[in-house]
């Protein structure tokens, strides 16, 4: 059972990234997804969750209007697409999936099961 996340990397501030977390070993059709990031000196925070049909979405409003969370449960797949980023974009992102398919009211570290090794946003000129 694993979670890959790829698609990091430095970009400058306006720029865009694609991140992607693609599942093994189990089916990520019967899970919510979400991104957290994890700066230093801060806690983690989710970003944005999809639900297992993709047809409930929330976002956290730092974020809203520049990044779309998406996926493709045929490639057991999820995607962070994330536009005009900002330096306070910087942190290490990690998907999560979370059981019963839903998002929940709020972010809830235990509520998640299975979790990817991060991949390095870094937002600079």
């Known amino acids: 059972v694993q979670l890959v996340e790829s698609g990091g990397g430095l970009v400058q501030p306006g720029g865009s990234l694609r991140l992607s977390c693609e599942a093994s070993g189990f089916m990520l059709d019967a899970y919510a997804v979400s991104w957290f990031r994890h700066a230093p000196g801060k806690q983690r925070e989710g970003v944005s969750c999809?639900?297992?049909?993709?047809?409930?979405?929330k976002y956290i409003n730092s974020v809203k209007g520049r990044f779309t969370i998406s996926r493709d449960n045929a490639k057991n797949t999820a995607y962070l697409q994330m536009n005009n980023l900002k330096s306070e974009d910087t942190a290490t992102y990690y998907c999560?999936?979370?059981?019963?398919?839903?998002?929940?009211?709020?972010?809830?570290?235990?509520?998640?099961?299975?979790w990817g090794q991060g991949t390095q946003v870094t937002v600079s000129s």
């Open positions: 999560a999936t979370r059981p019963g398919g839903t998002c929940g009211v709020s972010y809830i570290l235990y509520e998640y099961n299975y």
């Open positions: 999809i639900e297992s049909e993709g047809t409930n979405i």
